[in-house]
């Protein structure tokens, strides 16, 4: 399958996942103004684990977590943090990926969806952002920390909201995670930045 196809797929099935996700249609509408970026692959060693071990899926989500690991060699993958800030290990076992945003395999400007994968036994400190963001699981589970709410445990079809500038942090235990997240509102080209 071409990058084209691969990533015009993965859209599609984001697009149904918005759909039948309450959370996600009312935190914002699927974008109408969506243009192929012709964007090129960027590899990272993350592309192994979440073939390998994409986590397990529901009934729901498993058309979205295939049509991930089907994408996942054509996709421009990031890392944004420093070894200095999260180690080597994080590194070497997470990324992310525009999907479609500002700068996304897919260009809009009124609305932010990215794709993150953690392996297991991965601490992702404090962190915080301008944008409003909502959470998805894909695949796997995780235990999602927001500064002064309690932790929780989340599964495939589970969601978390992350007001504005709020730092929140997620532990991987036995499990990987496969997210799908969302940004609304002023800032969407910002990075996270590791809470002081
Ligand atoms: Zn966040």
Redesign the pocket.
Same mark, same amino acid.
């Given at each position: 399958m071409s990058a084209r196809a691969a990533l015009t797929h993965l859209l599609e099935a984001a697009r149904d996942w918005h759909e039948a996700l309450p959370e996600f249609r009312a935190f914002a509408s699927w974008p109408e103004d969506l243009r192929w970026a012709d964007r090129p692959a960027h590899a990272l060693p993350v592309i192994d684990h979440l073939t390998r071990d994409p986590g397990h899926a529901s009934d729901q989500s498993q058309p979205l977590r295939d049509a991930l690991v089907a994408a996942a060699p054509h996709v421009e993958w990031r890392h944004s943090y420093t070894e200095a800030e999260v180690g080597r290990d994080f590194l070497n076992r997470f990324g992310w990926f525009e999907l479609a945003g500002p700068s996304g395999h897919f260009l809009t400007q009124s609305l932010r969806v990215t794709v993150g994968y953690w392996g297991p036994g991965l601490d992702y400190g404090w %962190?915080?952002?301008l944008p409003e963001?909502l959470?998805s699981v894909v695949s796997g589970r995780a235990l999602f920390h927001l500064r002064n709410a309690p932790d929780l445990m989340l599964e495939p079809g589970q969601t978390r909201f992350?007001p504005a500038n709020a730092p %929140?942090a997620m532990t991987t235990l036995t499990d990987p995670i496969l997210t799908l997240?969302l940004?609304r509102g002023a800032g969407l080209g910002d990075d996270?930045r590791m809470s002081q």
């Open positions: %962190h915080e952002h963001e959470y992350h %929140h997240v940004w996270p």
